[in-house]
């Protein structure tokens, strides 16, 4: 049965203070992302600046690889939660409050909400990375066409993957053209590289002869040009082992820095959204930092 109110009086909604449909405040979710994400990129780019980065730890020259690692997790760790925490302070401060909830349950809403606007801008920066790794795919997609067009001079006979084993075969003591005897060295070197083992004694002897025969060197001097080349084609090889290694250790360490260092960020992002709710709902004024001109 409809209860009609005497005249001249004002009927007040239980509801009146922001009636949503839902008790997510999506706007305000939004606008929490956009800064969190706004003050993310700023940062990283300034320390990307100053050498602060994972993806190159040689930046500053001198300094040791592990500090400006270390370094670089840090700013990581602070860009991450400082960002987070102004996205959530705003995001609580502009939510609008219903005032059917407790101060506790409005703490709880403002929190979440913090939680969204941290789980959101995580979601974007994931698109962003996705986009990083589509570039880097379309990078393998030419070295895949180059590893293409090299098959198709395998199969036109131009390169031969037994041409090594085939050079031993013939090898003799007779003199070999120069042209002949470089492509026959680079083969030999290549085949050490391809299976990870110094080039044996009997390809140095061999290269030794060789390397006598085109240069008019002794054969004492030729044989130390061979050690000290293949020195250097192992120190060569060393290096790319490493490098690989190195890569293979920092990609393990950065993401687990990342997946910490969000974590941390969604408790910051749920402190900062309920403080900054019970900052709107105790009207705080920050006299000192925004004052009124």
Do not use: C
Not at 40 to 62: D, K, P, Y
Not at 215 to 231: H, M
């Amino acid at each position: 049965m409809a209860i009609n109110a005497p005249a001249g009086v004002a009927v007040v909604s239980d509801r009146a203070d922001g009636e949503q449909s839902s008790y997510v405040d999506w706007p305000a979710i939004f606008a929490g992302i956009v800064l969190a994400s706004a003050i993310s990129v700023i940062l990283l780019a300034f320390g990307s600046a100053v050498g602060l980065s994972f993806t190159n730890f040689h930046a500053r020259e001198g300094a040791a690889p592990i500090w400006i690692g270390i370094a670089g997790g840090l700013w990581l760790l602070w860009v991450q939660i400082s960002s987070f925490l102004a996205g959530g302070y705003m995001t609580g401060r502009l939510r609008r409050r219903f005032r059917d909830a407790t101060e506790h349950e409005s703490d709880v809403r403002d929190g979440a909400h913090g939680l969204l606007v941290w789980a959101g801008a995580a979601v974007l920066g994931t698109v962003i990375a996705i986009g990083g790794v589509g570039a880097a795919a379309n990078a393998v997609g030419n070295v895949a066409q180059t590893a293409t067009a090299a098959a198709s001079n395998v199969a036109d006979g131009s390169i031969d993957p037994n041409a090594y084993f085939v050079d031993t075969l013939l090898r003799s003591d007779r003199p070999v053209d120069a042209g002949v005897a470089r492509d026959e060295a680079g083969r030999i070197f290549a085949n050490s590289a391809l299976n990870g083992t110094e080039v044996s004694a009997e390809d140095r002897s061999y290269l030794a002869n060789v390397v006598a025969a085109n240069t008019g060197l002794t054969p004492e001097e030729a044989s130390a040009r061979v050690d000290q080349v293949t020195a250097n084609v192992e120190a060569a090889r060393q290096q790319a082992v490493d490098a690989a290694e190195a890569a293979r250790k920092t990609g393990i360490v950065a993401a687990f820095l990342l997946a910490a260092s969000l974590l941390v960020s969604a408790v910051g992002a749920y402190w900062a959204a309920s403080m900054g709710g019970r900052h709107r709902d105790e009207q705080t004024v920050f006299a000192d930092v925004f004052p009124r001109y």
